[in-house]
């Protein structure tokens, strides 16, 4: 590979190349601070890589998304979710005899500790499930000491977060809990333990269950995101997985990550509440001097589409077909996104509708209330966050992170006794 060559007045620097299996290129800026004083500064990591990394690959002009070389198209129709699970984190589809072993150990260990139970008890009703679950899956260890077999802590993330997030939304709904059975899939216990009651049982049909598998699958991974990166950054440090994939989850609750799908819903309750008054908020969008945002629209990565949002308008469109579903916010969905795509500002800033613009309106012709919304989220994206987490603790090279600064601030002052502050 070539070098690249940086000219610093008098100076001049080589630094190495790479290059990905995609042919993504890279300059190696590790030894630059050494070399010449300077550091490089990017805000918001826009043009920075973090890590090498063999999970996933996205390429956003093309709308390309891939889990170790497999197109999300062909695990969308394919696999399911425990499947892209195994995927995810082992780098291999899982073998007949793998399959039954991985789905048999996710069924085992579906079931938390009672004692949990107690905390859950405690959280007021107005707690947000998603701060419930970061705080559940921060415990879990306590409950489940080290025994340093990673294996078997990824088996109990995989399987206990779905029962944790069923129990913080019967708790939120003051229904009981609905235990886990050993007899049944991943999909089926959780759409058991989310909608049975003690006097009814949950009859689903197909549609609904390849709909939900559909929707953790496209979430599972999409690399160096906000809370990936968060638990890059954590595990960095050597804390556990329990730990990393709980910050993890703190960092998705933001509006701006995972928070987007709840803030789409409730933008087009807002939009029906005022008349349907599309025009008005894609004006407020516009309008530089108001902080409002489009909320399921654009990017950082994909510029011309979204695959994920492309198979979860089709998922939409069959499931709301099925359940005969005429809902006022479907319709205004559609009015949003017809209407954005065809004005000069969102197309020339390639602004699309992304995956959780259809996602919350998914979630919500499942029954799914829009609280939960980005509890499904984390649900869907944590092998991706164990995948990363395992990735790097797994790299001898990995160090922990601690990117630098330009300091701005004040420079040197005298310290003020308090009677001559003002
Ligand atoms: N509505 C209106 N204008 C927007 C929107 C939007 N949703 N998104 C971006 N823009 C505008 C910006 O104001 C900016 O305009 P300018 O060039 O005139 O200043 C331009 O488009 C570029 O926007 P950036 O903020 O630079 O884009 P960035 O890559 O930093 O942000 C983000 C991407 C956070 C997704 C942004 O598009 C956004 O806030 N969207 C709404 C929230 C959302 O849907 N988030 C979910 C993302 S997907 C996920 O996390 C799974």
């Given at each position: ?13 080589e ?26 500064l ?17 390429d ?17 129709s ?14 291999k ?38 701060d ?5 899956v ?5 409950f ?139 004006a ?70 992304n ?68």
């Amino acid at each position: 590979m070539q070098t690249a060559k940086l000219t610093l007045g008098e100076q001049t620097v080589e630094l190495p190349t790479l290059e990905g299996t995609e042919k993504e290129l890279a300059i190696d800026i590790s030894a630059l601070r050494a070399k010449t004083g300077y550091i490089t500064l990017d805000q918001g990591y826009a043009n920075t890589g973090s890590c090498k990394s063999e999970i996933t690959f996205i390429d956003g002009e093309r709308g390309i998304l891939r889990y170790r070389g497999y197109d999300i198209e062909d695990l969308a129709s394919q696999a399911t979710f425990p499947e892209v699970c195994y995927l995810l984190i082992y780098d291999k589809l899982p073998a007949p005899q793998e399959r039954e072993n991985w789905r048999k150990q996710l069924t085992q260990h579906s079931l938390v500790h009672e004692s949990m139970l107690n905390f859950f008890q405690h959280f007021p009703p107005t707690a947000h499930p998603m701060d419930v679950l970061s705080a559940m899956v921060a415990a879990l260890p306590a409950f489940y000491p080290d025994e340093n077999d990673i294996h078997l802590d990824i088996i109990r993330l995989i399987a206990k977060t779905k029962t944790l997030v069923a129990i913080a939304y019967k708790k939120s709904i003051g229904e009981p809990i609905v235990y886990p059975k050993s007899d049944y899939s991943y999909m089926a216990n959780f759409l058991r333990m989310m909608f049975a009651t003690p006097a009814e049982p949950y009859v689903f049909s197909k549609t609904l269950e390849d709909a939900l598998n559909l929707l953790l699958i496209i979430h599972a991974d999409h690399e160096q995101n906000c809370s990936t990166s968060t638990v890059r950054m954590v595990g960095s440090s050597h804390a556990s997985v329990y730990a990393s994939v709980s910050a993890g989850i703190s960092a998705l609750s933001g509006p701006l990550h995972g928070g987007a799908n709840q803030e789409v819903l409730e933008m087009l309750e807002a939009i029906r509440k005022e008349g349907s008054a599309t025009k008005k908020y894609i004006a407020k969008a516009k309008d530089k001097n108001d902080g409002f945002r489009l909320m399921g629209f654009g990017h950082r990565v994909y510029k011309n589409f979204d695959p994920r949002a492309k198979l979860l308008k089709k998922s939409c469109d069959a499931v709301l077909a099925e359940l005969k579903i005429d809902d006022p916010l479907l319709n205004i969905a559609k009015e949003l996104e017809e209407a954005a795509l065809q004005d000069s500002y969102f197309v020339e800033r390639k602004l699309f509708p992304n995956v959780d613009f259809y996602s919350g309106i998914l979630y919500r012709a499942l029954g799914i209330p829009t609280n939960m919304f980005t509890v499904m989220f984390a649900l869907g994206r944590m092998p991706g966050w164990i995948a990363h987490w395992k990735e790097m603790r797994d790299n001898p090279q990995e160090r922990i992170h601690r990117p630098r600064q330009l300091y701005v601030g004040s420079p040197q002052r005298p310290f003020l006794p308090l009677g001559e502050r003002k």
